[in-house]
């Protein structure tokens, strides 16, 4: 049985001597793994498709454990200007990672999360916005369509309207004073409505952020991810942070 759906290209693993398994994360059927045959060969009709951060159309035939790509057709690659800058680089890796962890049922419909990683990877590709930004505001948005969306002003705990002054990734966000527990950090005000406006994408107000609040809030997001995901993302350590 044959089907055909659009897709990102999230990584690709050696098989045999020509073939590799791809991860794809696509519109319709969510994370997809599938064998390209003979796409190491350098007869190969779609091997520079079918590499990490391309938009491709393709077609599958049902596999019983993997599926088989019989057809691509690239709708656009952002590896080339992400890959001329190494923040750009870094930041994507760690947007193709989460994007994998996140969906965790294969073959199951993720529209939400499709879009919103291919929207960051195209904002990333025409540097429109700073990579730094890119990453944070996805990482938070891309938390929040798979329920974990982190509260930035109200008590994540009793629900207290804020603003509050702590904050605890292992809570779920902001914490009153009467909730906070011990560990939980003390952010600046400016910090936490960065916070915010990353996860509503108010891009004028993450754009006129402070230097060190920016920096601040990004600590607060890779804590956040990573408490969520209960174990670390592995490219998240090697993106480039640098002044926006």
Known sequence: MLYRDEAIVLRTRK?????RIITLLTRQHGLVRAVAKGVRRT??????R?????????????????DTITQAEAHGSYAAPLGADYQCYTAGTAMLETAERLVV???EPAVQQFLLLLGALRAMASGERAAGHVLDSYLLRSLAVAGYAPSCSDCAHC????????FN?????????????????????ET???????LSGDWPVVEAADPRHVREASGLVAAFVQWQLERGLRSLPYVERAAP
């Open 50 to 66: 079918l590499e990490p951060f391309t938009h491709v159309d393709l077609q599958l035939a049902v596999g019983r454990n993997l």
């Open 192 to 198: 936490l409505t960065l916070l915010g406006a990353l």
């Open 169 to 189: 990734p292992s809570m779920g966000g902001v914490l009153c004073a009467t909730c906070r527990i011990p560990g939980s950090a003390s952010p600046a005000p």
């Open 159 to 166: 629900g207290r309207e804020g603003p509050h002054r702590w």
């Open 15 to 19: 098989l045999g001597e020509a073939d």
């Open 43 to 48: 007869t190969s009709k779609f091997g520079s």
């Open 105 to 107: 049922e294969e073959r």
